[in-house]
């Protein structure tokens, strides 16, 4: 029956997925876990009724992946985060990733929608020459910007309401791409990282650079927050890797790409990770795509001052 071998396909991609921990190359299929999760749930549903089973099987499936879509953006609709400033138990910081896509030329879009969230940290990936205008556009808003467009391929850039003391662009070595910005006194030295990982079908190089990443973000000092486009989602071997060396605490979780597939995210691929002395307030959500194939993530932190 056609309902049985759709549980079959779906149970197969569930267990190729995990076999990712003995052979990186299946790791591609842990990227599409949930995915999977609903087609081997929907032929089993299917298989037990007692009519019309391959047409329940193919509806399930639709409204499973039409569910996935809408999840993230039901648990981030008016979601209500603590104000940015200074409290008696620390400084509550905003914190914005955005891949806004080197395709994605309306500018314009991207800085209002990076003003509609009032973050106090922005990470900008594939935010290239392309995207100059916008940050001149925000730096009212964001005085402080570092980028390292000067380097091939590292098309990131950080922008801060708060002084940064320094910062280096990484791409010829063997992690992803990646700007770190340094901030000063007023943030106690909080490191920022922004990455742009590669992909499928280079699911090795992939899992090296997420160990070199760890180590680098590891050896950096004070707190830490890593975020941007790993092409990896929580299921995965290489997001696990990462976060399992480094020590840090992921704050994502929803759905994030692609925003164009009737704007309904199946895989959830950007990602803010947080040293454990930064308390998350509320949960992270996402924004508008503003033109790009990703939607951003933002997310509500405070940091202990001494």
């Not at 993230?72 to 104000?83: D, G, K, L, M, R």
């Not at 160990?211 to 092409?231: T, W």
Request: charged content about 15%.
């Amino acid at each position: 029956m056609a309902c049985a071998w759709v549980f079959l396909f779906g149970l197969a991609g569930l267990a190729a997925g995990r076999l990712g921990v003995l052979w990186i190359d299946f790791d591609v299929f842990a990227q599409f876990t949930l995915q999977f999760g609903v087609i081997a749930l929907a032929g089993v549903i299917g298989f037990a009724m007692r009519r019309g089973r391959t047409l329940v099987t193919l509806v399930l499936i639709i409204l499973g992946y039409v569910g996935i879509g809408l999840w993230p953006h039901i648990a981030s609709y008016n979601v209500v985060s603590e104000p940015s400033g200074l409290t008696d138990e620390g400084r509550v910081l905003k914190i914005l990733s955005f891949n806004s896509s080197l395709q994605n030329l309306d500018g314009e879009a991207v800085a209002k929608e990076i003003e509609r969230h009032g973050p106090d940290i922005v990470v900008l990936i594939e935010s290239g020459s392309e995207k100059r205008h916008v940050f001149e556009r925000l730096r009212a808003s964001f005085p402080y910007q570092v980028n390292c467009l000067e380097i091939a391929y590292c098309d990131m850039a950080v922008l801060a309401r708060f002084p940064i003391a320094g910062h280096e662009g990484h791409v010829l070595w063997r992690g992803p791409p990646t700007i770190r910005a340094v901030f000063g006194p007023e943030l106690n030295g909080l490191s920022v990282f922004g990455v742009h990982s590669t992909r499928f079908p280079h699911q090795r190089s992939q899992l090296i650079q997420m160990v070199e990443l760890a180590k680098y973000v590891d050896r950096s000092p004070g707190e830490r927050i890593v975020m941007g486009d790993f092409n990896a989602t929580p299921f995965s071997r290489q997001l696990k890797t990462f976060q399992r060396n480094s020590g840090l605490n992921r704050l994502t979780y929803l759905p994030t790409w692609p925003s164009k597939l009737l704007q309904l995210p199946q895989i959830d691929i950007d990602h803010i990770f947080v040293s454990a002395a930064l308390e998350p307030l509320g949960r992270a959500h996402i924004g508008g795509a503003a033109g790009s194939d990703h939607y951003p993530v933002i997310a509500t932190i405070r940091m202990r001052l001494p």
